[in-house]
């Protein structure tokens, strides 16, 4: 039962031993979204898990469980609220979560707080989120705690774009459901993607504003913003493998820690 | 990737199919919490997960993900916030998640869904989010929309308890960590306990009321608030059926559904 | 003007004296529910204040303005919103009401609150408005702040209930407008109990669960979910002794009082 | 039983039955405030109460509950929180309450609601408490609500003004624990006054701003903003007179009732 | 570029550089209200700037952004929110405005802040939010910090009253949109002012009670609850003259500076 | 006094005049934040107002207030809140006052609105007011209601990207008191910049995570994210006739309008 990274799995007394001992806590926040006819919803649950599981590993962290409702879907970034199943919060309940959360390890001694987001839509609240737990705990209380924030495909490194887009990349504002996080997702959980039912209706060509009110037709009817073609689990590697060590790299050195091998 | 009946596992197109056939969906609610040496922290988002998928297995429906973190974990029934890693959230937060899942699943044209909790805290947060969500869909546009709540330790029916503690049951007060939800991890995730480590500090004797501002030191320090003597895998399957037969019977009922065998 | 508890009766300067003298402070929770025909909707406010009042008066206390609206009425316990005149609030307006009391107590300098509640809903309301208060103040400022919390009900002993019913206790949860209420009332306020018109169509027989959306059909007509025949102020003097018995011993143990006779 | 107007001391059978008879309902909010070292804290609660019932008895209505915490006392207004006992809520908290009864009254189909008002700061919550409400019913939805809101102060005739101070007015702004307010509660409550403790240290000269953060130099230390001298229980009846008989026939008119003699 | 007082037309060096030698900052709150058919929406926001302007420019002082939007217009003192144009905030969105305006220049050094009011409305929004702003920082944390609040009419010197009314003042209660504002945005923004286009309506003989979910009869037609005759820009100069001098005054005197000439 | 577009400029006859002519309004979201040595810091006020203003000009719209404040400051793009002046608000503060004004536009009859930011961190609070507003009015009552949002940089020309940055584009994440805000101020609002004392020390290279509770290392002393060599008013027209050009064409096109020449 002990070697695990991962929490919740954990007797209370191991992870009161691991927070002493100056673990690192990571808490990774997903999202319950269409990612096309070819991919589970819970894409955005499983990417950023797996990384922060891979990097905990290498840096004797703790991961916290993964928060798995996000922020509101919107269109451009994630086909929005009209695909069945996809389901969202409130940026306050979101924020409110996260505050929760980072209160609570902070309550524990924590004093090291990685949130690994993998859900665009989740980029403000969890900031914001972070900001409520730090005046909540006040400017001069904080006891050196410091909450690092990533969003895990901006790890990828631009030789892996090089690589796997050689003709040229449609840009991460349209990597939803597309080759990334359908390469990613082969990788890690293969059961979960069937490549065989991807329909080709992308890419979306939006407007450069945004409509509330109405629904935004440049949405594929597919939910997938890019395209899927070409997507691998060895790609998948490539990207993980990226992130995972970019973080590693960050981890290390914002914390002073020393890594494991 | 079909055959699951969790909702984020499936693509958006099969989530679609399945609600337009009017399947129920389960809303599981667990935390994050202390229980005891021997166990994981997350046995209330294992047991209430593990119900909801067997029913729902049983009924066509789905399982929304997990929340997986639970309101404030008080002395008298959870240990409350002192032990290491036992992380809850606001009373105020949790109603908010469910109230936006809620709403949510009602936008995607869901009319039946059970929320299945495993913490004893989430009681009243939990119906203050389902009546948010009511009050926010407003009384004469509920569309048929019917909620079912239920802590799955009430649907244990009263031999088990009498075939499972022939000396008299401690009471529901104190099964926190002890022998019912013990058992139920047994026989659902063996590899989460470690009756070894099991630490017989208990039962707990609890004043009839509660501190707040200072430590309750009735709390017993393993975290176990009666006794894991006797938990075994066996009792566990006991308890977990009577729990899904209970709830497949409920949901039958209620929304007037024809079960699959 | 000077022998009364109540802290609203008496001019700011007793309140002061009294408050700098060590005085706990009684802050009452109640409720404007329906409690069968034969009784008036205040019991939940009349009990609660009594108690507070009585044990203020041995310990040296005070008691702050009774909170008259409680909590969301439940079907399963109060019988729910369908009858009229049931007035409740919601869960986060109680909580805030329960902070604000506390904030300013401890900000007059009391550092003994004892929150004695009325309405079963409340309780959890009432959990989260002292602990937001708590974290108001924060944790380092405390000042040595003791909230307790009771139910009155639960401080009654098992020896009365025997007493009281010798054919076997239905259950506190079924004790809403039965024969311990009307008991109590007939004690404190014979005025607003009338046993003549008392409908008898309980005890209620509640499934394991709940229903959201749709009415509670077991709930008794009458809202009576038990049962009144052999209520007796008699009966009712012996439960309120009991729980001023307790409470008294209780404030005494826990803020190290000398109590008067 | 059945002949108070005090909603909270009918039976339900009798309320329900008074509602569908179209029995305005009346919501006194009052607060728990300094009054002086000569009064009891609760004049706010007092009066407004005392005024309701009055008018509720002419015109077949009902008396929720009173509030009995009133927003922030300002010292310009009320001495400020600096005053032991004074115990406030926060706005939104009042707000909330007020929001939260009034919906309650008009699902129960109460279509005529009186708040009235006992405590100057109370102004503005308790008209947002009420927008609110009318808000969360929409505007579409109100079925006929109307909500009136009255300051009992302000419906004190001129000439009674002249009446009890011949030698000019101090204004009402600074009418807090003075002639106006001591009279009135030596006409309904003479066991809560006592004039032979009321310190002369007033009247306050206060400067046309506001501080935060210090305190308010200006405030008298008894509390009392104007003066005492002159109060009696006849004055009182005078003023109580204006104000049952104003509010009376503004129910009446506004509401299109027969009013009873 | 660095004569202004404005702090939003300044860069930051240069406000940096006047907090540091103890710039007191001005925040006024304004409204976008109905003020007749002859005036712009703007004059509660151009009256309370003006005057921040001018007192800061003596005193040297900071302006702030004005806040554009006030609290929900009333029917007795602003006509209401059925004027087109109107725009008006809930009573909790300014609040927040106020109190994250106030931390924020807490957090930058400032311990002298002047909130200048424009809109009857607004007081008790702003007061709550100076309050929230003074609890987020801590009763023992504000390091001397002080807020004033005004609302600009009341530094009117009677005298100039009296000069402007000379056959006696209809009361400020009536003086929305009505001579004193029509005079002072005469002196300070003529070109908004049209006194051609005046209605004469008025003035509003209001009940003394207020009625929510029907309109107010009482409101004249054209949004002047009082009357527009008379006004001119020099007796706006009087007006404006009278509210600089007493806020300097105020602001010197609290603030212990050395006002310039 | 009616020629302008700006809706607080009007009285409120004629802005309802023109509502009920069906002119779409136009809400410009700014901030009060650092822009450098050289510039004021205003400008994501000005350049949204001034932008609305050309475009309705255009369109026969009306703008509304501009919001002075924005959501927190976040280093990597726009310095943080260390900067002395920039004063922001909390993303639930922010979402508020857009909620509330849309609110108010769809009472008044307006359909059409348009929201214009101009800071990059108010995106997120600003499409979560649109979504609070949404949900309020109630998904079957909007009547026809369309809100677009838009960043007025992202309306900029490809083109006139490359005619300004011929050696390349350091991108539109670092374009903060850049050449491009500064060109667009020096068109608009010349006696706010002085780029005289501009400053040097970008551009910023960011770590691609971010940190909380400690300093961002990477912000440039200066504010100025990227650089400010080359701006000029000229350039600044040609930002501007794009983002007007197409804001124009936006609106008409999703509004079925007739543009006006």
Same mark, same amino acid.
């Given at each position: 039962?002990?070697? +695990?990274?991962?929490?919740?799995?954990?007797?209370?007394?191991?992870?009161?031993?691991?927070?002493?001992?100056? #673990?690192?806590?990571?808490?990774?926040?997903?999202? +319950?979204? =269409?990612?096309?006819?070819?991919?589970?919803?819970?894409?955005?649950?499983?990417? %950023?898990? #797996?990384?922060?599981?891979? $990097? &905990?590993?290498?840096?004797?962290?703790?991961?916290?469980?993964? !928060?798995?409702?996000?922020?509101?879907? =919107?269109?451009?970034?994630?086909?929005?609220?009209?695909?069945?199943? +996809?389901?969202?919060? &409130?940026?306050?309940?979101?924020?409110?979560?996260?505050?929760?959360?980072?209160?609570?390890?902070?309550?524990?001694?924590?004093?090291? !707080?990685?949130?690994?987001?993998? @859900?665009?839509?989740? !980029?403000?609240?969890?900031?914001?989120?972070?900001? /409520?737990?730090?005046?909540?705990?006040?400017?001069?209380?904080?006891?050196? /705690?410091?909450?690092?924030?990533?969003?895990?495909?901006?790890? !990828?490194?631009?030789?892996?774009?090089?690589?796997?887009? %050689?003709?040229?990349? %449609?840009?991460?504002? /349209?990597? @939803?459901?597309?080759?990334?996080?359908?390469?990613?997702?082969?990788?890690?959980?293969?059961?979960?993607?069937?490549?065989?039912? &991807?329909?080709?209706?992308?890419? #979306?060509?939006?407007?450069?504003?945004?409509?509330?009110?109405?629904?935004?037709?440049?949405?594929?009817?597919?939910? $997938?913003?890019?395209?899927?073609?070409?997507?691998?689990?060895?790609?998948?590697?490539?990207?993980?493998?990226?992130?995972?060590?970019? /973080?590693?790299?960050?981890?290390?050195?914002?914390?002073?820690?020393? %890594?494991?091998?």
């Amino acid at each position: 039962m002990n070697e +695990t990274v991962f929490l919740a799995e954990l007797p209370w007394t191991e992870v009161g031993a691991r927070i002493r001992a100056g #673990a690192p806590v990571f808490l990774p926040i997903g999202a +319950t979204e =269409q990612h096309g006819h070819h991919m589970a919803m819970n894409v955005d649950v499983v990417l %950023p898990t #797996a990384v922060a599981e891979r $990097v &905990a590993a290498r840096v004797g962290g703790l991961v916290a469980p993964t !928060i798995p409702y996000g922020n509101r879907s =919107q269109p451009k970034t994630g086909g929005g609220r009209g695909f069945p199943g +996809t389901l969202d919060l &409130a940026a306050s309940t979101l924020s409110a979560v996260v505050r929760d959360v980072v209160l609570g390890l902070f309550r524990h001694g924590v004093r090291r !707080i990685v949130v690994v987001n993998g @859900h665009y839509e989740n !980029i403000w609240p969890a900031i914001e989120g972070i900001e /409520l737990a730090l005046e909540a705990i006040g400017p001069d209380r904080t006891d050196g /705690l410091i909450v690092l924030r990533v969003d895990h495909w901006d790890l !990828i490194e631009p030789g892996t774009i090089d690589r796997i887009f %050689p003709d040229g990349y %449609p840009g991460i504002e /349209l990597e @939803h459901a597309s080759v990334i996080e359908t390469s990613m997702m082969m990788a890690l959980r293969p059961e979960l993607v069937d490549l065989s039912r &991807a329909v080709h209706d992308g890419p #979306a060509k939006f407007v450069r504003y945004e409509r509330y009110g109405v629904a935004t037709p440049e949405v594929p009817a597919s939910g $997938v913003l890019s395209m899927t073609e070409g997507s691998s689990a060895e790609k998948g590697h490539w990207l993980i493998d990226d992130v995972v060590e970019g /973080l590693t790299a960050a981890v290390v050195r914002e914390f002073a820690l020393e %890594p494991r091998k």
